[in-house]
Nanobody, 121 residues
C-alpha cells in the first residue's frame, strides 16, 4: 500500500513562498509518478502538479500555477517537493500528496492526509 507523508504547509502573505514536502516509502516513490492536489474552500479537488519517475522527470502543471510553482524530486530521500512562489489568496487550501500503485500508468489512486496552506491578502 502506498505511503506518503506531507509537510511544509503554513500561513503566508500574498506574494510569499512556501515549500511543501512529501516523503514516500521506497515502494511508492518508484511507481510511475507522484503529484500534488489541492482542495480550496468551496471548490473541487484539483491537480496542481505531477512529476514522472522516469529519468527525464517530466512534469505537468495546472494553468493556474504554471510559472509560479515548481515540482521536483530527490531520489536520495524518496521525497518530492512543491516550491510555491508568488502565492495568491486563491492558492489557499489543503494540499495533498498523490501517489500511484502503477508502474507505467500515471493514475493516482492514493492521497496523503494533506497539509494546509493559507495565503492572506
Amino acid at each position: 500500500q502506498a505511503q506518503v507523508l506531507e509537510s511544509g504547509g503554513g500561513s503566508v502573505q500574498a506574494g510569499g513562498s512556501l515549500r511543501l514536502s512529501c516523503e514516500a516509502s521506497a515502494h511508492t516513490y518508484t511507481r510511475a509518478c507522484m503529484g500534488w492536489f489541492r482542495r480550496s474552500p468551496g471548490a473541487e479537488r484539483e491537480e496542481v502538479a505531477r512529476i514522472y519517475s522516469s529519468a527525464k522527470a517530466w512534469t505537468y502543471y495546472a494553468d493556474s500555477v504554471k510559472g509560479r510553482f515548481t515540482i521536483s524530486r530527490d531520489n536520495a530521500k524518496n521525497t518530492i517537493y512543491l516550491q510555491m512562489d508568488s502565492l495568491k489568496p486563491e492558492d489557499t487550501g489543503m494540499y495533498y500528496c498523490a501517489a500511484t500503485s502503477y508502474d507505467v500508468d500515471c493514475e493516482f489512486n492514493f492521497w496523503g492526509r494533506g497539509t494546509q496552506v493559507t495565503v492572506s491578502s
